[in-house]
């Protein structure tokens, strides 16, 4: 049974940083294709950020490209998300997902693909 849970979240100013740590058990992290997704509240959850399984290709949308970093480190069997630049509209809780099936590009992106979620870790950015 693989088991995600997500650490790192809290309360920041506007322009801060902060990472998000999702970290993997039940199987290696190596194994999954691996996505940050977050959820306003009144809002649907939406796609931020998605790192392959083998290999460093990363996705990301347009409204958090340059500002979000996501990397995997396989030794801790753990994925970040480095968040920089922090507006007050990436106020959110934030879910880690994973998926063990093939992903095609634009795959990554689509929240119904993945099998196993955290709980989610709450950011909240204050102008």
């Known amino acids: 049974q693989v088991q995600l849970v997500e650490s790192g979240g809290g309360l920041v100013q506007a322009g801060d940083s902060l990472t998000l740590s999702c970290a993997v058990s039940g199987r290696s992290v190596s194994s999954y294709n691996m996505g940050w997704f977050r959820q306003a509240p009144g809002k649907e959850r939406e796609f931020v950020a998605a790192?392959?399984?083998?290999?460093?290709?990363?996705y990301y949308p347009d409204s958090v490209k340059g500002r979000f970093t996501i990397s995997r480190d396989n030794a801790k069997n753990t994925v970040y998300l480095q968040m920089n630049s922090l507006k007050p509209e990436d106020t959110a809780l934030y879910f880690c997902?994973?998926?063990?099936?093939?992903?095609?590009?634009?795959?990554?992106?689509?929240?119904?693909?993945?099998?196993?979620w955290g709980q989610g870790t709450q950011v909240t950015v204050s102008s």
């Open positions: 997902a994973a998926s063990g099936t093939y992903f095609l590009s634009s795959h990554y992106s689509d929240e119904f693909r993945y099998d196993y």
């Open positions: 790192i392959r399984w083998r290999g460093s290709s990363t």
